[in-house]
């Protein structure tokens, strides 16, 4: 008989150089936002991702503040994202004044790139492209939209470490990128983020609207205002010891989807399962599934049940265009509000077993299946 312990939706590895990289910052002192470790984080997850620089910030709303306001977002713009994706995404345009414009998802649960043009204006300044769950947006058509348009693109990689487009790492597609390392993250610092660019006057402007916008040569003077978004030294030593492991996280993470595929593959008149399409490698931050209507129980129902069951879950994140600061947004988003209404996420992390998998795969069956009498 299986024991009954709740099976979380996330939680970090911390089985490599965590704790001895830590105590190194403890036993030098350097424990705030100056020393070796914030440095050597940035410099190993830019050549992570393939680009020249990286900024590392407080957390990932940050980073995405730092972006779009370094590429001079402002009050009267608008920026194109997509609606399905979690709020800090709309919130860091509306921190810079700008206003958010909704798009619909496509297949793949990203922004849907034959949509983008239509949504275009005089106003638009950019466009956020969300890897979200893991998976890729399709970039290429987006980026050729911004080049037409004159149009900057961000890529919002929160959840997507690792994750390649047509063969380059995200983080390298667009002008700059944006990631976080919250503890549920691929790789996670506790709290944290990063921005990456190869454009390196950007990347000096990142710098110093991370730093409260003090001239890099003359302490205490401050040309601009800035942000107080500095990543700690105990942080990024962790983020460092997390980075030397990431191939092996990600090679679980597939390795552990794969399971959940062969193991639900009979499951699929009931269940929609997570794709990866030719031109995309899935980073599988999460396993989001989308019910059919052939399940009966709704959605929260089901999660309910799960956790009867002793595993954890999560739903689909809410559209942007449903939450009372957006209600305004004009348009209909059809794929999004099924998917936000039908989707969970289950377990997905580096430590789940073959066991773990099976009880969460025969519940979900079971739960997908039970018609209520």
């Known amino acids: ?64 503040h730092l972006a779009l306001a370094a590429l001079g977002t402002g009050a009267g713009d608008e920026i194109i994202v997509p609606t399905l994706t979690f709020v800090a995404t709309a919130n860091a345009v509306r921190y810079c004044g700008a206003t958010p414009v909704f798009v619909d998802s496509d297949s793949t649960m990203t922004l849907d790139p034959d949509l983008v043009e239509e949504k275009v204006t005089e106003r638009t300044k950019g466009i956020v492209a969300v890897h979200l769950y893991g998976h890729p947006a399709h970039m290429q058509p987006i980026l050729e939209v911004a080049r037409k348009r004159n149009l900057f693109v961000v890529e919002d990689a929160a959840e997507a470490h690792g994750a390649q487009y047509e063969g380059r790492p995200v983080g390298s597609l667009g002008h700059a990128a944006t990631f976080s390392f919250y503890g549920n993250k691929i790789i996670s610092t506790g709290e944290g983020g990063m921005v990456t660019t190869s454009d390196a006057a950007l990347h000096d402007r990142l710098v110093l609207l991370r730093g409260q916008g003090m001239d890099p040569g003359r302490r205490y003077w401050f040309p601009i205002i800035g942000y107080n978004y500095r990543m700690t030294n105990i942080c990024a030593a962790i983020g460092l010891a997390q980075l030397e492991q990431i191939d092996r996280f990600l090679q679980r993470r597939r390795t552990i989807a794969s399971y959940y595929h062969q193991c639900l593959a009979d499951l699929q008149d009931y269940i929609q399962l997570p794709s990866e399409q030719p031109w995309a490698k899935h980073a599988f931050w999460s396993y989001p599934i989308i019910l059919r209507d052939s399940v009966v129980m709704c959605r929260d129902r089901v999660m309910e049940a799960l956790e009867q069951d002793s595993i954890d879950s999560r739903p689909v994140f809410y559209p942007m265009h449903t939450l009372p600061p957006y209600s305004d947004a004009k348009g209909t988003f059809p794929t999004a509000d099924r998917l936000a209404t039908r989707g969970l996420c289950v377990p997905m992390h580096t430590l789940l077993t073959e066991d773990d998998i099976c009880h969460i795969t025969r519940r979900l069956a079971h739960w997908c299946k039970y018609s209520g009498v």
Request: aromatic content about 10%; charged content about 20%; overall charge negative.
């Open 1 to 64: 008989m299986r024991e009954q312990k709740m099976i979380p939706v996330a939680h970090p590895s911390l089985s490599g150089n965590e704790k001895k990289y830590v105590l190194e910052c403890l036993e030098s002192g350097w424990i705030s936002s100056i020393g070796e470790f914030i440095g050597r984080f940035e410099e190993s997850f830019a050549r992570f991702c393939g680009v020249s620089h990286a900024v590392a910030s407080n957390n990932g709303t940050s980073a995405l």
